[in-house]
């Protein structure tokens, strides 16, 4: 099992990126997916979740609403992230999840900020920077 991310850079603020998280060993249908990022000092936020095609919602945390955009292609096993209107407070190392977690819907667990369990597959990350 293995989820890899892509898709950082340097935007200026007010510019777009599109993250994707292609996964392996696993068919993303069946599980979801969420996005979290880690700005330097501050604690790993959950902004993002996709539910497995089961339940099929969407989860945006209020930081992001109205500029983040999550969705899925089954065919090529890979989640995207969406970034418009970039905010140099969206500056921070972005990671993809599998939540294989005992909670139903799975991005419950992300919408109620809970402790994940060990089951989570985590991507190594990657960098997003928005300046000037």
């Known amino acids: 099992v293995e989820v890899v991310e892509s898709g950082g850079g340097l935007v200026p603020p007010g510019g777009s990126l599109r993250l994707s998280c292609v996964a392996s060993g696993f068919n993303v249908g069946l599980y979801a997916i969420g996005w979290f990022r880690q700005a330097p000092g501050k604690e790993r936020e959950g902004i993002s979740c996709?539910?497995?095609?089961?339940?099929?919602?969407?989860y945006y945390a209020d930081s992001v609403k109205g500029r983040f955009t999550i969705s899925k292609d089954n065919a090529k096993n890979t989640v995207y992230l969406e970034m418009n209107r970039l905010k140099p407070e969206d500056t921070a190392v972005y990671f993809c999840a599998r939540l294989r977690v005992p909670v139903y819907p799975e991005c419950t667990v992300v919408a109620d900020k809970r402790t994940l369990p060990d089951s989570v597959s985590w991507g190594q990350g990657t960098q997003v920077t928005v300046s000037s």
């Open positions: 996709i539910n497995s095609d089961e339940f099929g919602s969407k």
